[in-house]
């Protein structure tokens, strides 16, 4: 089904997009309902207060003042070393979660924090370093061994648990290539509530899907990304 689906899109024209996952559940979809405190759409450097949830109800709202809209790059930043936007608590067995993000500062060890279950320890994604990525899910630990990471330019980061032969493993992916790595055996339920975004980074996209991707959907996902 989903293969047809994604013939018929292309050949009727219509462009891919994250909404043809048919497991998708959440979507904090490229400069589509942010708004500021009022409810406006905002202008440069607008404090966010609210992004919408293009795909279920879990819209995304700032705890502090900290994250802010960049008109230049139609994403947003925050304009301290730490802040975020924090949503109703996910708890994920197998899933998807991608985000598109530009790092801004170079990266030093474990100063960036994408998503995690606030004041937990147990729960997060974090950068570990330029060429690693940290993942914990329920304390099971992987560190993921990924090509550089420069500052400059935006990167497509997805994590991935996959169930294979009843057994669910954790896979990292950064601009749709498989890290070479740290691949994690488990079965404890991933908890999170907040998109970090911290160290004044950009963040265009936040994609989350309760499975994980076919390598088709992975290849089309990639160029949606590539493309906002």
């Excluded at 790595?181 to 989350?208: C, E, P, R, Y």
Aim: hydrophobic residues 35%; glycine residues 8%.
């Amino acid at each position: 089904m989903k293969l047809g689906l994604t013939l018929k899109n292309k050949v009727g024209g219509s462009p891919w997009t994250p909404d043809s996952i048919d497991n998708l559940i959440h979507w904090y979809k490229h400069d589509t309902g942010i708004s500021t405190e009022s409810g406006a759409a905002p202008s440069d450097g607008d404090t966010i207060a609210r992004w919408i949830d293009s795909k279920g109800t879990n819209h995304a709202v700032a705890e502090e003042s900290n994250s802010v809209w960049s008109q230049s790059e139609r994403a947003i930043k925050t304009n301290t070393n730490a802040g975020g936007l924090n949503i109703s608590t996910l708890n994920l067995t197998t899933f998807s979660v991608y985000c598109r993000i530009k790092f801004v500062d170079a990266i030093g060890t474990n100063d960036r924090w994408l998503l995690e279950a606030e004041n937990s320890t147990t729960n997060f994604i974090r950068m570990n370093n330029a060429t690693s990525i940290r993942c914990k899910i329920g304390g099971g630990n992987v560190t993921f061994t990924v090509p550089t990471l420069n500052t400059g330019q935006y990167y497509n980061i997805g994590i991935e648990r996959h169930a294979v032969t009843g057994t669910l493993t954790t896979r990292c992916f950064i601009d749709g290539v498989e890290s070479s790595s740290g691949a994690q055996n488990g079965t404890v339920t991933w908890v999170l509530d907040k998109l970090s975004m911290g160290k004044l980074d950009f963040f265009k996209t936040l994609i989350v899907s309760s499975r994980h991707l076919s390598s088709d959907e992975r290849s089309e996902l990639n160029t949606y990304l590539d493309n906002i």
